[in-house]
């Protein structure tokens, strides 16, 4: 994440109750991060002006806040954020998780906490509310996380993917298979769905493997479409690849989806990582649902995305 070792890292975490900050803030202490969480907003300037220079070459700083911190005001809060961003001894970052409402509401149900909004109104009103009142701050993060579809672990994996300190000064890349049936990876910068190719799912002798395996490997390469589109893939994110490091970009995530995230997918994904590699870049290479045993089920269930012989 550091691009300057000797500028202060300083981690903004805010967003929705509910939506994980105690548990991203917990992986950032974890991770060598110094947390601290609800931090009383004015003293937030004070706290960072009597670092020391000696300070900003130690663990770097995660701070939580959230609708219920002292002080809290979005606008206020803003102009300080352009403040830190001004000065060259700090590298500041803001991180927003966000959850949809109904997941949300069922999160409150299951522990039986008030919303801090509201007021004897009902949860649904008093999240709208808190949306309301941090829209501006999710518009002008650097990262937003939805973790609506996130388990503890996912949400787990992908702070350490981001923000483990003192990863190296290239672009992070992350490259996934998945399946369109659970969902798209909420962090996926650039997706790309590989449903057009014949699905090795229909093919009873190919059906147990998976694209890890040589055999699916050979049924994806001799399908006519694969080579121009798979081609134009590949140079469309070695292009941009370098634009977004122009960019600023810290970490970027590739996604390849089919139905079930087990054949075309994962062929696809590894043959991208292959090509990322040969190309001088170091990704990290996630096959979400590879060994879901329901990969098989939502692939027979869902022919119409896919192009078998004799199909529409």
């Known amino acids: 994440m550091a691009e300057n070792r000797e500028k202060l890292q300083l981690l903004l975490v805010t967003g929705l109750l509910g939506a994980g900050k105690s548990t991203a803030l917990r992986q950032l202490e974890d991770l060598g991060w110094e947390m601290i969480d609800n931090f009383p907003l004015r ?11 000696e300070d900003r070459t130690q663990a770097p700083i995660a ?3 959230d609708v219920r911190t002292r002080d809290f005001v979005p606008r206020k809060f803003l102009s300080y954020l352009e403040t830190l961003e001004a000065r060259d001894d700090i590298a500041v970052t803001l991180l927003f998780l966000d959850c949809a409402g109904q997941e949300l509401e069922r999160r409150y149900n299951e522990t039986r906490r008030p919303h801090p909004l ?3 109104r009902p949860v649904h009103e008093a999240m709208a509310a808190e949306r309301e ?3 501006r701050l999710r518009e002008r993060a650097d990262f937003v996380f939805d973790t609506t579809r996130f388990s503890a672990n996912d949400l787990q994996q992908t702070i350490r993917e981001h923000f483990s300190p003192g990863s190296p000064r290239q672009m992070a890349l992350t490259v996934t298979s998945f399946g369109f049936a659970r969902g798209i990876p909420p962090v ?4 790309f769905d590989m449903r057009f190719l014949d699905n090795p799912h229909w093919d ?13 490997a050979q049924h ?14 590949e140079d469309l994110i070695l292009t941009l690849l370098p634009l977004y490091e122009r960019q600023g970009r810290g970490y970027l995530t590739i996604a390849f989806g089919c139905t079930g995230g087990r054949h075309r997918s994962v062929y696809s994904a590894r ?30 269930n869902q022919p119409a995305l896919d192009t078998r012989p004799g199909t529409a």
């Open 43 to 53: 003293f937030l300037q004070r706290q960072i002006d009597d670092l020391t220079e």
């Open 63 to 65: 701070i939580g806040f």
């Open 118 to 120: 509201g007021h004897g």
């Open 133 to 135: 009142l941090l829209a």
């Open 188 to 191: 996926a910068d650039l997706v």
């Open 204 to 216: 009873e002798k190919l059906r147990p493997l998976t694209g890890e395996d040589e055999e699916i």
């Open 220 to 233: 994806i390469e001799s399908d006519p479409a694969f080579a121009p589109a798979y081609g134009k893939i």
């Open 271 to 300: 043959k991208a990582t292959a090509a990322l590699r040969l190309a001088g870049y170091s990704p990290t290479l996630v096959h979400r649902t590879l060994r879901s045993r329901g990969a098989d089920l939502v692939e027979g």
